[in-house]
């Protein structure tokens, strides 16, 4: 019976059904899970824009999102952040592809649209060691207290040798992720201002 | 892998595994995930751990269900037992250790793809018993962390200048960083001597 051709069939059908069930039972067990993890590393990238913030474990970082943020209305639109009921800023998300992966960030905006308050990346796999620096705060905290250009490229990132007061520095050896990154947060905070101005004056 | 398995003794399976059949230096096999995830200690220790367990359960889950198994289906069966439990392994590492998934990104998920796996399954799991053959997983597993973990040191020791995260003395202050090491080609280079090392050591001692 075992070399019938029938039993190979039913066999590979039964082993599959069981297999399928079960990994379909385990994800959907660790489904909330996973989905809250994400929330949370975006939460904690929001508030990571914002100085004054200082959270420790989850629970607090989702306590303190859901009291000072102010959800937007539409996609592509800032958080606000509001503190004690007073808007203190803006935590935009911004996401795109990156050298190897995509990147996921939030970039933190004071209330006069300007100044950048910090940034986070929440997400990203660029390469270790190179790219992947835009995590070490060398990188990062260039950004807090800088002001966005007028145009169309409010945020330059340039070499080292080239790079004014008003510019970010970048990663020597990582220019495939620093272009890209300029060109999705440039994206990002264009479409927002568009966004912005044209509720501002309707 | 000499046709003699049936009759191999623990102790042989654990140093066949380890060093003289090393999935690595002498089979060649699992090279990919060796190029690709051996730039960062703690990422490699976590890639090693999950295709150790990966191996070790697959096969002792092909042995056990070895009788049963028409032989036309045999290696589908293998495949299907593979990317269940890698599939596990990612979930998981999704669920109970977010960072580490996000850094491994499609790795965890390319171990269905390893060659050690199913090479041991096909080679011993189907031909031995249950223990035997997770065994033999687990120190073919176990025998390709060895190498990897060491490649990872050197990678991570002269491109980065720091161990595990940690940054070493000389190496973070002093030391021309090489980046080559952290780029995929920098594996290929630490690779081949390591070979070299290896198989030099093998050879002598066959003549002793």
């Known amino acids: 019976m075992k070399e019938s051709r029938y039993f190979a069939v039913v066999y590979m059908f039964g082993l599959t059904a069981i297999c399928s069930t079960l990994l379909i039972g385990l994800a959907r067990l660790t489904d909330a899970k996973i989905k809250s993890n994400a929330q949370i590393a975006f939460e904690r990238a929001a508030l ?87 995590v070490e705060p060398f990188f990062y905290e260039q950004f807090a207290g800088k002001q966005f250009a007028d145009g169309s490229r409010p945020i330059r990132i340039r070499p080292p040798a080239e790079a004014t007061q008003k510019d970010i ?30 509720t501002a004056q309707p | 892998m000499n046709g003699q398995t049936a009759t191999k003794t623990t102790n042989q399976i654990i140093l066949d595994g380890l060093w003289h059949d090393n999935p690595i230096f002498r089979q060649i096999l699992g090279i990919c995930s060796t190029l690709a995830v051996t730039n960062n200690v703690i990422n490699t220790a976590v890639m090693c751990i999950s295709l150790s367990l990966v191996t070790a359960l697959s096969a002792a889950t092909v042995s056990a269900m070895k009788d049963w198994t ?57 031909s031995n018993r249950p223990w035997p053959s997770f065994l033999d997983g687990l120190f073919n597993g176990l025998g390709y962390s060895v190498i990897l973990l060491v490649i990872a040191a050197i990678r991570e020791v002269m491109g980065m200048g720091t161990l595990a995260g940690y940054p070493l003395p000389y190496f973070s202050t002093q030391w021309d960083k090489w980046v080559i090491m952290v780029m995929p080609p920098g594996a290929f280079f630490v690779l081949a001597c390591l070979l070299w090392v290896c198989r030099s050591i093998g050879v002598k001692e066959k003549k002793a």
């Open chain 1, 48 to 134: 990571a824009v914002f100085p004054a913030v200082q959270v420790q474990s989850d629970a607090e970082v989702h306590a303190v999102f859901m009291k000072d943020f102010v959800a937007p209305k539409a996609a592509g639109e800032a958080y606000e952040y509001r503190p004690g009921g007073q808007l203190a800023g803006y935590a935009l998300p911004f996401e795109g592809q990156g050298f190897w992966a995509a990147i996921r960030g939030v970039i933190g905006i004071g209330t006069d649209f300007r100044t950048i308050t910090g940034i986070w990346f929440y997400e990203q796999a660029e390469t270790p060691g190179l790219g992947a620096r835009i």
């Open chain 2, 70 to 126: 028409p032989k036309t289906v045999r290696m589908m069966v293998q495949v299907l037992i593979i990317a269940f439990y890698v599939i596990i392994v990612d979930i998981l590492l999704r669920a109970y250790w977010p960072d580490m998934s996000r850094s491994l990104g499609p790795y965890v998920g390319l171990i269905i793809t390893n060659c050690i796996v199913m090479g041991r399954c096909e080679a011993f799991a189907q």
């Open chain 1, 169 to 198: 520095q970048a990663i020597t050896g990582a220019t495939q992720t620093c272009t890209r990154l300029e060109k999705l947060l440039n994206e990002a905070v264009t479409q927002w201002r568009q966004k912005r101005e044209a």
